[in-house]
C-alpha cells in the first residue's frame, strides 16, 4: 500500500513541477541554462538527501567497472533528455507533453516482449491500442513541426533508457548518492562556460529554476525510489501525473492552456492503457 501513496505523491509533485518548467520557457529560458541550472540546483537537495539515508542507514556506495559506466551512461541521458524539455515545452502544453512521453512505457513494454519477460495477451494488446490511439486523438498540428519532433523522440528515448539505468545503478548506490554525483559531475562538467557575472545577471531564472527543483527533485526521488524496486513500479507516476496536470490545466481561463473534449478523451485513453498494460 506504501507504494501506491507514492506513485499518487511522486505524479501530484511531478504535476506541478511540469508547470514550473512550462513557466520558465516561457520566460524564455535557454536549452543550456535549463540543464545548468537543473543540474546545480539539484545538488543541495541531493546533499540533504544523503545525510538523511546516511542516518537512517540507507546509504550506499559500491566503487567499480559496473556504476561507473551506468553513471557514464546517465550522464549523457541527462544531458539530452534535460536539453529536449526546452524544446517540447516551447510548442506543448504540459498535458500534451506528458500525454505523448507515456509512448515510452509502451516501448518499454514490447521491448520486454521481444526479450521474453513479458507475455502479449489480450489485454496487453487492448492496452497498446488504446494508448496509441489516445496519443493520436491528442496529437495536433504541432507534431508536424520537425524540431518539436526530433525533440520528442529523443525525450521518450532518454526517459525510457533512464529509468533501465536508475534500475540498475541503485543495485550500487543509494537514491541520492546517485542522484548528487550524477548532478555533480554534470555542473562541474559545464562550468567553464559560466561565471559569477552571468549567475548574477540570470538571479531571477536561478530562483525558478530551485522552486521547481523542490517539487521536480522529490518527484524524481520518489521515482527513482520506484525504479529501484521495480521499473514497473515508476511507470505508474506517469498517468497519475497526466491526471493531476490535466486537473490542473482545467483552473485556466486562457483556452490554449486547457485541452479539448477531444484531447481529454485521448487523455483518458493514454491513461487506461498505461494501467492495463501493467496488469
Partial sequence: MI???????????GAIGQYLDKYLVN??????????????TMIPFSIIM????????????????VPIILLLLAMFLRYKKQHTIVGCLKYLNPYEDS???????IIAFIIDVILGIENLGIISILSILFTLI???????????????????????LTSLSMSYITHFILNYWSNAVFMLILNLFLTILFAKDYNFKYHIEHINTIKWVFIQQIFGFCSLYLSNYLSGNSVTLSSYVRPTSIIVIVLISMFFKD????????????????VIGICLIKE
Fill in 3 to 13: 507504494y501506491v501513496y507514492i506513485i499518487i505523491l511522486a505524479g501530484i509533485l
Fill in 27 to 40: 520566460k524564455g529560458i535557454s536549452r543550456n541554462d535549463y540543464f545548468y541550472y537543473m543540474c546545480l
Fill in 50 to 65: 544523503v545525510g538523511i539515508e546516511y542516518f537512517t542507514n540507507q546509504l550506499k556506495f559500491q566503487f567499480g567497472f
Fill in 255 to 270: 483556452k490554449e492552456k486547457r485541452p479539448t473534449l477531444k484531447q481529454v478523451l485521448g487523455i483518458i485513453l493514454v
Fill in 134 to 156: 489516445g496519443v493520436f486523438t491528442i496529437a495536433n498540428s504541432k507534431l508536424r513541426i520537425k524540431n518539436l519532433q526530433k525533440d520528442l523522440l529523443i525525450r521518450i
Fill in 99 to 105: 500525454a505523448y512521453l507515456s509512448l515510452s512505457i
